[in-house]
Nanobody, 125 residues
Framework: QVQLVQSGGGLVQPGGSLKLSCAPSGSTFGSYGLGWFRQAPGKEREFVAHTRWSGGSTFYADSVKGRFSISKDRATSTLYLQMNSLRPEDTAIYYC??????????????????WGQGTQVTVSS
């Protein structure tokens, strides 16, 4: 069992930046695949980015490519999502997730076992 604890988020103007964090409480990420997803009101949960804690490729949804980036702090076992050039359409609740997806399923929420509590990101002037 892995409990994921998120922090960050908030209200930012268009073009601004935010950084989200995700850490396992009382555990480690180990060899899990880690994903970031988001869900806007009235919409399905949407893939944002995926990486593997142990290393390997990182990939992003086309909608965030070049603006968002994943980083890892191994000293604190924390996963980050740096979000730059934010747009109003990025407004959503953001979730981190851990599981053992294969590459072909890494963008699907069903491939993940554990989820963070979610954090609101609002991009508005």
């Amino acid at each position: 069992q892995v409990q994921l604890v998120q922090s960050g988020g908030g209200l930012v103007q268009p073009g601004g930046s935010l950084k989200l964090s995700c850490a396992p409480s009382g555990s480690t990420f180990g060899s899990y695949g880690l994903g970031w997803f988001r869900q806007a009101p009235g919409k399905e949960r949407e893939f944002v980015a995926h990486t593997r804690w142990s290393g390997g490729s990182t990939f992003y949804a086309d909608s965030v490519k070049g603006r968002f980036s994943i980083s890892k702090d191994r000293a604190t076992s924390t996963l980050y999502l740096q979000m730059n050039s934010l747009r109003p359409e990025d407004t959503a609740i953001y979730y981190c997730a851990a599981g053992r997806p294969i590459q072909s399923t890494a963008a699907t929420p069903e491939a993940y076992y554990y989820w963070g509590q979610g954090t609101q990101v609002t991009v508005s002037s």
